[in-house]
């Protein structure tokens, strides 16, 4: 009888043992980019640069190097705070190095591998150069790409690490942005109470539920799922900026782009107000009330806008209010921020 | 008396040698001789010296230049016939830069023959331009002479042609300077449309000298570059109302101005 009790409890041990050691061995393991499966095929070159844990890594690090400022103060993630979904949370404007004050709210570094442009004004369109906007802008990091590589190079590190992630101890710039981009697609928003919803593994409460449809109905054409921006660019009736800021114009000199930005994700609205190319409304409610009742013509103001008897906005009542907001909150996506993946 | 002698039949043997040099060896792609193209910059009929030297436009305005250098590259070379040669793009990638001698000229490898055309880009080519970073080496390189920058990040492109200076007839700028600033760029737009400052230069060498490139000496295509132009061209250019030109649409008028620079002077053969 005690033998049996023995055994019995030995073989427990060992079985509960042999889980946790699987368990572990799956946390070890490096899923590499995996394609949520209600996402669309993904717009990023992985054939000219595939995700390997080495450089994913390298990336990482490359993401929170200081280094990679003028005076070693500044590193992407001083900006692109995880916690508030990679972005500068409670800044209007981000500042940077010595304190420098930008012109536009730091946008999140999410769901990148499915955009093909970057930045507000969308001047970038390969993420590969990205880096490269933040590392030289005066306001930003005031480095110059040169000094980068110099101070990578002279590292005790780095050269290791560019070893491991490329084969060889070189440090290029090619390997450098290549790296940081290997980081960046990884940054992936799916794991939202939405996206569970989505993917059959939970359902929307009735509230959510008339929320989505309201959702649907009124905000989805700019907004398009399931990254909730259809990338383009739009003049949402907000209005001029106090620095004139022309956003996408500056890039195409079409007068037709005066004043368009491109249409931002809904997604991780809890952690990364505030909100707008300029950091204009700290609330979700701010943004809602311009939208319902704030809203007057602007140069370019988005066709969608036009009530079509002179007035512009999109009508919500306060009970739609309530249901919208239910829905938004489906989109915060708490393991995004708390992902130790991505963490410094 | 006899040196003069001597002077007077070694002439004459000595350009028949050279004639005799000057036969044309068969057109080979796979076998490459030397070709250098040197831009040799000057505003009107004097050289250019940096800072230095103050020169006046046709506006009337005194100016001098602290900084010059523009992108050249796809260089063609073309014989009388018409038969082309197209320099493989990736060796076809020049930083001129004014003030450092290495950077004063293009070497690139053709085929044996006697080339009386020139074409080159002045710029840097849309395909280029939106290529893999992998691809972006050498003068492309966003990490190279980033201290003079030639590539713009936050609108992803390179900058063609970079001339700075002084001119009192500029604006006191932030730094308290009287600086202007002509940074010349845009290869067209990547998904929209926008301006396009991309130039081909062609540059006829029949009347100042076709280059007679052969595998044992380095032909050297002289051209003189008149920087002068780019305020003096088809269009006059006034730095009191154009102090600053960058990604704007004057741009075009500063490129279309400079596109008249290069003419050819001679050839070294």
Same mark, same amino acid.
């Given at each position: 009888?005690?033998?049996?009790?023995?055994?019995?409890?030995?073989?427990?041990?060992?079985?509960?043992?042999? /889980?946790?050691k699987?368990i572990?061995?799956?946390?070890?393991e490096f899923?590499?980019?995996?394609k949520?499966?209600?996402?669309?095929?993904?717009?990023?070159h992985?054939d000219t640069?595939?995700v390997?844990?080495?450089?994913f890594?390298?990336g990482?690090?490359?993401?929170?190097?200081?280094?990679?400022?003028?005076?070693?103060?500044?590193?992407?993630?001083? /900006?692109?705070?995880?916690?508030?979904?990679f972005?500068?949370?409670?800044h209007?404007?981000s %500042?940077?190095?010595?304190?420098r004050?930008?012109?536009?709210n730091a946008?999140?570094?999410?769901?990148l +591998?499915w %955009?093909?442009?970057f930045?507000?004004?969308?001047?970038?369109f390969?993420?590969?150069?990205?880096?490269?906007?933040p590392?030289?802008t005066f306001e930003?990091?005031?480095?110059?790409?040169?000094?980068?590589?110099?101070k990578?190079?002279a590292?005790?590190?780095?050269?290791?690490?560019? +070893?491991k992630?490329?084969?060889?101890?070189?440090?290029?710039?090619a390997?450098v942005?290549k790296?940081l981009?290997?980081?960046?697609?990884?940054?992936?928003s799916?794991q939202?109470?939405?996206?569970?919803?989505m993917r059959? !593994?939970?359902s929307?409460? +009735?509230?959510?539920?008339?929320g989505?449809?309201?959702f649907?109905?009124? /905000?989805?054409?700019c907004?398009?799922e399931?990254?909730?921006?259809?990338?383009?660019f739009r003049?949402?009736g907000?209005?001029v900026?106090?620095?004139g800021?022309?956003?996408r114009?500056e890039?195409?000199?079409?007068e037709?782009?005066?004043y368009?930005?491109?249409?931002?994700?809904?997604r991780?609205l809890?952690y990364?107000?505030?909100?707008m190319?300029d950091?204009r409304?700290y609330?979700?409610d701010?943004?809602?009330?311009?939208?319902s009742?704030?809203?007057q013509?602007v140069?370019?103001?988005?066709p969608a806008?036009?009530?079509?008897n002179?007035?512009y906005?999109?009508?919500?009542?306060?009970?739609?209010r309530?249901?919208?907001?239910a829905?938004l909150?489906?989109?915060?996506?708490e %393991?995004?921020?708390?992902?130790?993946l991505?963490? !410094? | 008396?006899?040196?003069?002698?001597?002077a &007077?039949?070694?002439?004459?043997?000595?350009?028949a =040698?050279?004639?005799? $040099?000057g036969?044309e060896?068969?057109?080979?792609q796979?076998?490459l001789?030397?070709?250098?193209? $040197?831009?040799d910059n000057? #505003?009107?009929?004097?050289?250019?010296y940096l800072?230095?030297?103050?020169?006046?436009n &046709?506006?009337?305005?005194?100016?001098?230049?602290?900084?010059?250098?523009?992108? #050249?590259?796809?260089?063609?070379?073309?014989?009388?016939?018409?038969? $082309?040669?197209? #320099?493989?793009q990736?060796?076809?990638y020049?930083?001129?830069?004014e003030g450092d001698?290495?950077?004063g000229?293009a070497l690139?490898?053709v085929p044996e023959g006697?080339y009386?055309r020139?074409?080159f880009?002045?710029?840097?080519?849309?395909l280029?331009?939106?290529?893999?970073v992998d691809?972006?080496?050498?003068?492309?390189d966003? &990490?190279?002479g980033?201290?003079?920058?030639m590539?713009w990040g936050?609108n992803?492109?390179?900058i063609f042609?970079?001339?700075?200076?002084?001119? &009192?007839?500029a604006?006191?700028?932030?730094s308290?300077q009287?600086?202007?600033r002509?940074h010349?760029?845009?290869? *067209?737009?990547y998904s929209a449309?926008?301006?396009?400052? @991309?130039?081909?230069?062609?540059i006829d060498l029949s009347?100042? *000298?076709v280059a007679?490139?052969?595998?044992?000496r380095k032909s050297? @295509?002289?051209l003189? #570059?008149d920087i002068a132009?780019v305020?003096?061209g088809?269009?006059?250019?006034?730095?009191?109302?154009?102090?600053?030109?960058?990604?704007s649409?004057? =741009?075009a008028t @500063?490129a279309a101005n400079y596109?008249?620079?290069? =003419?050819?002077?001679?050839?070294?053969?």
């Amino acid at each position: 009888m005690r033998k049996v009790k023995v055994i019995l409890l030995l073989v427990g041990v060992l079985v509960l043992a042999s /889980c946790k050691k699987e368990i572990i061995d799956k946390v070890a393991e490096f899923a590499g980019f995996q394609k949520p499966s209600n996402f669309p095929v993904p717009a990023y070159h992985f054939d000219t640069n595939p995700v390997t844990k080495e450089g994913f890594e390298l990336g990482k690090k490359l993401f929170y190097e200081p280094r990679l400022s003028r005076n070693n103060t500044i590193s992407c993630g001083s /900006c692109h705070i995880q916690a508030s979904a990679f972005t500068h949370h409670g800044h209007d404007v981000s %500042h940077g190095i010595d304190d420098r004050l930008g012109k536009r709210n730091a946008p999140p570094i999410m769901n990148l +591998a499915w %955009h093909t442009s970057f930045n507000h004004d969308g001047g970038v369109f390969d993420l590969d150069m990205q880096p490269i906007v933040p590392i030289t802008t005066f306001e930003e990091m005031d480095e110059t790409l040169e000094n980068v590589l110099q101070k990578l190079k002279a590292h005790p590190e780095y050269p290791k690490l560019f +070893a491991k992630a490329f084969g060889s101890e070189t440090i290029t710039s090619a390997r450098v942005l290549k790296a940081l981009s290997q980081f960046m697609v990884l940054c992936i928003s799916a794991q939202s109470r939405y996206d569970s919803v989505m993917r059959n !593994e939970a359902s929307f409460t +009735a509230e959510e539920m008339q929320g989505y449809e309201l959702f649907k109905q009124k /905000c989805a054409s700019c907004h398009r799922e399931p990254l909730f921006s259809d990338l383009s660019f739009r003049n949402n009736g907000i209005g001029v900026s106090f620095n004139g800021d022309a956003g996408r114009y500056e890039i195409t000199l079409n007068e037709s782009d005066k004043y368009k930005f491109k249409v931002p994700s809904l997604r991780n609205l809890k952690y990364s107000a505030p909100y707008m190319h300029d950091g204009r409304f700290y609330t979700l409610d701010a943004v809602l009330d311009k939208y319902s009742t704030g809203m007057q013509y602007v140069q370019n103001i988005d066709p969608a806008l036009d009530k079509g008897n002179g007035s512009y906005g999109i009508a919500i009542s306060s009970e739609e209010r309530v249901y919208l907001k239910a829905f938004l909150n489906t989109l915060n996506d708490e %393991h995004f921020v708390k992902n130790k993946l991505l963490s !410094e | 008396m006899r040196k003069f002698l001597i002077a &007077a039949i070694a002439g004459p043997m000595f350009f028949a =040698s050279c004639k005799k $040099e000057g036969k044309e060896p068969e057109f080979n792609q796979d076998d490459l001789a030397p070709l250098s193209i $040197e831009f040799d910059n000057i #505003v009107g009929g004097t050289n250019l010296y940096l800072n230095s030297t103050t020169y006046t436009n &046709a506006a009337g305005e005194d100016y001098s230049i602290s900084l010059l250098q523009y992108y #050249v590259s796809n260089i063609k070379v073309y014989k009388a016939d018409g038969t $082309e040669y197209v #320099v493989p793009q990736d060796s076809s990638y020049f930083l001129i830069k004014e003030g450092d001698v290495a950077s004063g000229s293009a070497l690139v490898h053709v085929p044996e023959g006697d080339y009386s055309r020139l074409v080159f880009t002045l710029g840097v080519d849309s395909l280029r331009s939106t290529m893999d970073v992998d691809r972006r080496t050498g003068v492309l390189d966003p &990490a190279s002479g980033m201290d003079e920058g030639m590539y713009w990040g936050w609108n992803s492109g390179y900058i063609f042609f970079k001339m700075e200076g002084l001119s &009192a007839a500029a604006p006191v700028d932030g730094s308290g300077q009287h600086k202007f600033r002509y940074h010349i760029g845009g290869f *067209g737009g990547y998904s929209a449309p926008t301006i396009n400052n @991309i130039k081909e230069i062609s540059i006829d060498l029949s009347q100042a *000298g076709v280059a007679k490139v052969r595998k044992e000496r380095k032909s050297n @295509i002289h051209l003189m #570059v008149d920087i002068a132009k780019v305020m003096n061209g088809p269009t006059t250019l006034s730095i009191a109302a154009n102090p600053t030109v960058m990604f704007s649409e004057f =741009s075009a008028t @500063i490129a279309a101005n400079y596109a008249t620079m290069f =003419s050819h002077d001679h050839t070294e053969n």
